[in-house]
């Protein structure tokens, strides 16, 4: 099993750095996310009803090296369900849907949550990318196109870099379901790098 060798390394790593192992760094933002519903439904009501979040959006650089390098870019985004409860997302640069993939800068680039989520309906990969200054949100089968679902709209001001720690096993967004592969990966690799930030 990798899960005790994955949370060790994940664990010793953010030690010696002092912070997260992978994205360390990177802007914070408040925005709003405008979603306008999708038809034919996916089975995933955050995704297939209209509605308007408040949303936390996190921008960072996978493994933290000095623009203009290239790195990773990342767009983590968070919402807040009808009960309060926190539910997340991340998502990195690819090349194609799958790989992830560095990039110099933002512009034009797509963001992809890399892996297929489990839905009522089969499996689903979340998309965004920027136009016109803010972010179109997308759902895609594995091969099928991109079906735009939602804007995020960014408010204006510093941005900050806020000591947010983004769950997306632990806080998924309904009917979102994180494959096991990916949680047994995920799940040690965050708590690793959790303790060794204490």
Same mark, same amino acid.
Request: glycine content about 12%; aromatic content about 6%; overall charge positive.
């Given at each position: ?21 992978l ?38 650089r ?5 623009? &203009? ?23 990195a640069t690819?090349? %194609?849907?799958?790989?992830?993939f560095?990039?110099? %800068?933002?512009?034009?680039?797509v963001?992809?949550?890399?892996? *297929? ?8 990969l ?13 759902? *895609?089968t594995?091969?099928? &196109?991109?079906?735009p ?8 001001g510093? *941005? ?15 009917g ?7 949680r047994r ?10 303790r060794?930030?204490r």
């Amino acid at each position: 099993m990798l899960t005790t060798p994955l949370r060790t390394l994940f664990r010793a790593v953010a030690a010696v750095r002092g912070t997260k192992v992978l994205h360390p760094r990177g802007e914070v933002h408040a925005g709003t996310l405008v979603r306008h519903g999708l038809r034919p439904a996916t089975g995933v009501a955050w995704v297939d009803e209209p509605g308007e979040d408040r949303a936390v959006v996190r921008f960072s650089r996978g493994a933290g090296l000095p623009a &203009p390098l290239p790195d990773v870019l990342g767009l983590a985004l968070r919402v807040q369900s009808p009960d309060g409860d926190p539910w997340d997302l991340l998502l990195a640069t690819t090349l %194609g849907r799958r790989v992830p993939f560095p990039r110099r %800068g933002t512009g034009s680039v797509v963001y992809s949550s890399i892996e *297929a989520f489990t839905t009522p309906r089969g499996r689903l990969l979340v998309g965004a990318r920027e136009v016109g200054g803010r972010f179109l949100l997308a759902v *895609a089968t594995t091969r099928g &196109p991109w079906r735009p679902f939602a804007e995020l709209h960014l408010r204006d001001g510093d *941005a900050g870099d806020e000591p947010l720690t983004f769950e997306p096993v632990r806080h998924a967004v309904p009917g979102l379901e994180v494959p096991p592969r990916w949680r047994r990966l995920r799940e040690p690799a965050y708590d690793g790098s959790r303790r060794g930030r204490r």
